[in-house]
Every structure is written in structure tokens, then in C-alpha cells.
């Protein structure tokens, strides 16, 4: 059996695009071992990737036109709709530390699918309570203990721990994934890359 690391922050729309192509990766291959790790991308931009805010200040307007481009067609391919959040870049470090309380409850897919689609296709600004309260209530999670969880040190700890340990890893973005440990790939359009290398190994 093959494990796959996915290192993932919902504020990204090119994670969303992973995080789907992923679901349907796991369609054809159902003993892949998918370890979601929950990051905050904001601490490994400015860690190691600085360029991304110069790129924000200083934006090239031809790529930005094809960027929207390409991430439409992406959508559609994937069947989700990205919109452009009133609210960008959002603040995402509590639904962050909920994915951690969603794995140990067994509804880490849910919550984080509730969670991009809220913020991607709703618009809805994901740093307000109300917004995801919302969200724990439509998968089935214990609001009280949930909104405990994440303002505790543990899960502060968690969401920086696993944002450290891909910075040490070579990572530099969401979605970031490990295949069986080493064979690192970075970014949605890798999942076929993935997917190449999975159906080699069965030869």
C-alpha cells in the first residue's frame, strides 16, 4: 500500500482543485493511505516563499488574465465553482485547527469540503465564528467542544507544527503532497503525475 501526504490550507483555490481531484483519484485507487496534514500557508509563505506577496503588489496583468483563465477551466473540469472571495487573503488559522478536531472525529473530507466550498463558491468569510459554526453544524461536530478545541494550545501547536515540519520537508505552497514519504509533488495538475507513478508501481 502506498501512503499520500497532503498538506493543505483551505484559503487556497489551486488546494480546492486538489483537494477534488484527490476525492477522485481515491475513486480508482481505494487502498491509497491519504494522510491529510492541515497547514497554514501563510507561515510557510513567510518562511520561504516571499515572492508570492511581491507577486500580489507587483502583479503581472497578461498571467493574471491567463490565471483566471486557467483556474475556470480547472473548475469545470473538476465540477466545483471558485469565485472571487470579497474577503482575500482570508485568515484561515481556525478552520485550520478544526481540521484538526475534523480528523479525530472521522469527517476531516467534509469539513474541509464544507469549508472551501463556503469561502470559494459561497463568498463567506471564513475567520468568522458564525461562518463556521455553520460549517460544524452541517457535519455533524459538537460546536462547543470544537470552538474549545481549536482556541487550545494543543491544536495551536498542531497547525504549527505540521506548517513546520513542510518547511523542513522542502515545501513551499498548498497543496503540497508526499508520496510514500520522499517523492514530493507540488501543486493540483500533479495528481496525474501521482496517479502515473501509482499505476507503475502495480505494474
Same mark, same amino acid.
Given at each position: 500500500?502506498?501512503?499520500?501526504?497532503?498538506?493543505?490550507?483551505?484559503?487556497?483555490?489551486?488546494?480546492?482543485?486538489?483537494?477534488?481531484? /484527490?476525492?477522485?483519484?481515491?475513486? %480508482?485507487?481505494?487502498?491509497?493511505?491519504?494522510?491529510?496534514?492541515?497547514?497554514?500557508?501563510?507561515?510557510?509563505?513567510?518562511?520561504?516563499?516571499?515572492?508570492?506577496?511581491?507577486?500580489?503588489?507587483?502583479?503581472?496583468?497578461?498571467?493574471?488574465?491567463?490565471?483566471?483563465?486557467?483556474?475556470?477551466?480547472?473548475?469545470?473540469?473538476?465540477?466545483?465553482? =471558485?469565485?472571487?472571495?470579497?474577503?482575500?487573503?482570508?485568515?484561515?488559522?481556525?478552520?485550520? %485547527?478544526?481540521?484538526?478536531?475534523?480528523?479525530?472525529?472521522?469527517?476531516? #473530507?467534509?469539513? $474541509?469540503?464544507? #469549508?472551501?466550498?463556503?469561502?470559494?463558491?459561497?463568498?463567506?468569510?471564513?475567520?468568522?465564528?458564525?461562518?463556521?459554526?455553520?460549517?460544524?453544524?452541517?457535519?455533524?461536530?459538537?460546536?462547543? $467542544?470544537?470552538?474549545?478545541?481549536?482556541?487550545?494550545?494543543?491544536?495551536?501547536?498542531?497547525?504549527?507544527?505540521?506548517?513546520?515540519?513542510? =518547511?523542513?520537508?522542502?515545501?513551499?505552497?498548498?497543496?503540497?503532497?508526499?508520496?510514500? %514519504?520522499?517523492?514530493?509533488?507540488?501543486?493540483?495538475?500533479? /495528481?496525474?503525475?501521482?496517479?502515473?507513478?501509482?499505476?507503475?508501481? %502495480?505494474?
Amino acid at each position: 500500500m502506498s501512503t499520500l501526504e497532503f498538506f493543505f490550507d483551505c484559503s487556497s483555490p489551486w488546494t480546492y482543485l486538489g483537494f477534488e481531484g /484527490l476525492q477522485d483519484l481515491l475513486t %480508482r485507487h481505494t487502498d491509497l493511505d491519504v494522510i491529510y496534514k492541515p497547514i497554514l500557508v501563510g507561515g510557510v509563505f513567510n518562511a520561504v516563499n516571499p515572492s508570492v506577496y511581491a507577486s500580489r503588489e507587483n502583479p503581472v496583468p497578461a498571467k493574471q488574465i491567463y490565471s483566471r483563465k486557467d483556474m475556470k477551466d480547472w473548475a469545470e473540469l473538476v465540477g466545483i465553482e =471558485i469565485g472571487q472571495p470579497p474577503v482575500f487573503p482570508v485568515n484561515s488559522v481556525k478552520a485550520m %485547527r478544526g481540521a484538526f478536531v475534523a480528523l479525530e472525529e472521522d469527517c476531516l #473530507v467534509p469539513y $474541509a469540503r464544507a #469549508v472551501f466550498k463556503r469561502y470559494w463558491t459561497d463568498l463567506a468569510d471564513i475567520s468568522q465564528e458564525e461562518i463556521l459554526s455553520d460549517i460544524v453544524t452541517s457535519v455533524g461536530m459538537d460546536k462547543t $467542544a470544537y470552538f474549545e478545541k481549536i482556541n487550545d494550545q494543543t491544536y495551536k501547536d498542531k497547525l504549527k507544527d505540521t506548517t513546520q515540519e513542510l =518547511i523542513d520537508r522542502g515545501g513551499f505552497g498548498s497543496p503540497t503532497l508526499y508520496l510514500d %514519504r520522499t517523492d514530493m509533488y507540488f501543486g493540483n495538475d500533479r /495528481l496525474q503525475l501521482i496517479e502515473a507513478k501509482l499505476n507503475g508501481s %502495480r505494474g
